[in-house]
């Protein structure tokens, strides 16, 4: 017998171990276990509800958030129980028996406090925070605290260093043995705006190192990794990946299991629901997996426009000498370039539709759209320029050729082949089966798209999660259009969804316009 530290009493050091039950709940990245109230390890162990516990099976330990039940259909006193996320995460089957014991708490934590009450914190507090998240042993409680800390305007621009440098430490970092290595990042806010499809072949067929990791959508109606998942599989091995880039040159998968700068995983969970997207946490999101994915070069998109996250040129630049002093802190070669962010790119907004799109453009069709297409060999022909064999200035005629002489088509369908083709036919892809359509309620000349509202509206169809869902747009700003011709069509793949999407768009379409004349008044910052 030993002493129970919380109670005093007395503990029984042969307490049965429990039984593993896999809970069928999703709690979005975040482990967590349950226990009965009744249970003799919990009343022995002194947990509390949303304490962190360790669970251990074998050789495997995950850390989780507890909670308490009362209800024996979820767990009974024998058994613990495990969300979804906690289940996989631990690899071990159902039934299996497991131990459990209240986690050591984060040796971070008096950093953290620090951080609340607005002190600036040293690269060594930042290293062990984000150690400390990286394993799991912050509560959804301490996290917020620590996005909120570090919200605007209250992380220097050495602190951002810090983060950035402790955020691609923790966890894989890749070195290709070859340079350059080169990738492309946009900050986002910007429907359809599929570039990295098309940049990726050409530099590619270029001949330079482009090892594409990109993120599934979370708020978003695609990532790229969500796109490129109509035209092949993207959650692959990482050897096979490796492979793949050594290979072709090239890959476009999800970065979700490579373990490059897990604790921006994690961050990004609490980030998207609070709506936080700070100058400081973007940029060192952004960088740190840069960094950990072995890429010495990086060409960073910045859309700017009344609806995009960046809305005028001062906050642009702003952020643009913010990412620029960090990457030169990190070692990393750093081209941005801000571009017209006022309208969605390309027609499609959704998986399917924009994989059309950026099928069109690799294959040179005669309704390929020709803004996505630009802007795609703008950053394709400054990507190539990281090359020291390519003069400055003549990147844009070389991505060109490579477009144009199919080169860029044949490389992305080599990349297809090697991740795993899927079936697709841009003539006949497989929209979504109901729809409705959106019409000019006036005669009139389109002056703005709301790409927030129009965004919102694919997300409601059923956009990312039903591939065939989004917006099929048929107008650009500047048009002129007739009562009742079409601004957009909406497919959806449920009734509930298309049901939500029209109501949504009764209210406001997303399209607003003006005289014959107005368009010539507007402010143009490109």
Known sequence: MTTNPTTGGALDDTLAPLALKRVGIDTYRESVAYLHRDCALYRAEGFQALAKVEVRANSQRILASLNVVDDAAIVDCGQLGLSEDAFTAL?????????????????SIPALHRKIAGERLSREDFLAIV????????SKIELTAFVVACDRGELDREEVFYLSDAMSRVGRRLDWHEHPVVDKHCIGGIPGNRTSLLVVPIVAAHGLLCPKTSSRAITSPAGTADTMEVLADVDLPFDTLGEIVR?????LA??????????????????RPLAI???????????????AAGSTHLLLDIPVGPHAKVRSMPEARQLRKLFEYVAKCLGLTLDVVITDGSQPIGCGI????????AMRVLT???????????KALRLAGRMLEFDPNVRGGDGFAIARDILDSGRALDKMNAIIAAQGAKPFDPEDPPLASQHFDVL??????????????????ARLAGAPKAAGAGVAMRVRIGDTVEAGELFYRVYAAYRNELAFAHQSSERDSGVTLGEADAIQRLNVEF
Not at 91 to 107: C, D, I, R, Y
Not at 284 to 291: N, Q, R
Not at 451 to 457: D, E, Q, T, V
Request: glycine share 8%; hydrophobic share 40%.
């Open 91 to 107: 690899g071990v089957k159902e039934g299996h028996p497991v131990s459990v014991s209240q986690a050591e708490p984060p040796v």
């Open 131 to 138: 150690r400390d998240i990286a394993e799991l042993r912050y």
């Open 247 to 251: 290979t072709h040159r090239g890959c």
């Open 254 to 271: 999800w970065g979700g299991t490579s373990q490059l700068s897990p604790a921006d995983d994690v961050l990004i969970a609490v980030e």
């Open 277 to 291: 997207d700070s100058p400081g946490q973007m940029v060192a999101s952004i960088l740190s997996k840069k960094v």
């Open 350 to 357: 959704g998986p399917v539709l924009e994989a059309r799109d």
């Open 364 to 374: 040179n069709h005669p309704d390929a759209h020709m803004e996505l297409r630009q």
């Open 440 to 457: 000019a309620p006036r005669a009139g000349v389109v002056i703005a798209l709301d790409n927030l509202k129009l965004a919102r509206i």
